[in-house]
């Protein structure tokens, strides 16, 4: 996963298949597994924090909030155009990491772990779904499995061989399928 956010400077960006123009006060969340481009002008000025599923998986992170975000949603439109209010919010919790991660202070995994997670939150708050209307966009690890199973379908009917095919674990494989499945 990767949170930017972009306080300053203009440019373009792709994320999965949404074009966007980047500006002052700029927010993008990049879910795991998808496709990332951005061309920046040179006077850019902001942040990226990125993470892997290995962070939420520390002991000291609350992990149990995790499963109300909907920010894995293929239907999430994955920036938004902040005020300049929340973008200040976004800039106290990015120096605050910042600032902890540069500490030799008591405890700063864990004030660490909440401010990812306070950014987490902001994020769901802040990124939009689409109109009903719109078709959602699948994700990167489904369109491979599909693909897969378009290839394979007649010899191979195990998770497990789709799964290593697109090097994932079998349970992930189906813990994505169902989340976009609705099911």
């Known amino acids: 996963f990767a949170i930017f956010y972009i306080a300053k400077g ?6 999965g298949t949404v ?12 879910p795991a597994f998808t496709m990332y481009s951005g061309n920046f002008g040179e006077s850019i ?7 892997n599923f290995n962070f939420f998986l520390q002991p000291f992170f609350p992990r149990h909030h995790l499963l109300r975000f909907n920010l894995c949603d293929s239907t999430i439109i994955p920036y ?23 500490s030799d202070r008591k ?4 004030l660490i772990a909440l401010k990812i997670l306070e950014m987490i939150i902001m994020c769901e708050r802040l990124l939009d779904r689409p109109r009903q209307n719109k078709k ?3 994700h990167p690890m489904i369109m491979q499995y599909l693909d897969q199973v378009q ?12 799964a290593r095919s697109i090097h994932v674990h079998p349970n992930a494989l189906n813990a994505i399928c169902k989340k976009y499945s609705n099911k």
């Not at 074009?19 to 990049?30: G, Q, S, V």
């Open 136 to 138: 959602p966009v699948l």
């Open 10 to 15: 203009e440019g373009e960006s792709k994320i």
């Open 107 to 110: 405890k700063k995994e864990e």
């Open 80 to 102: 938004s155009y902040l005020s300049r209010a929340t973008g200040k919010q976004l800039l106290d919790i990015l120096h605050t990491i910042q600032d902890e991660d540069h």
């Open 19 to 30: 074009t966007l123009d980047i500006k002052d006060n700029t927010l993008l969340f990049i």
């Open 151 to 162: 290839e394979h379908y007649r010899q191979e009917h195990s998770t497990s061989f789709y």
């Open 45 to 51: 000025r902001g942040y990226i924090l990125s993470f």
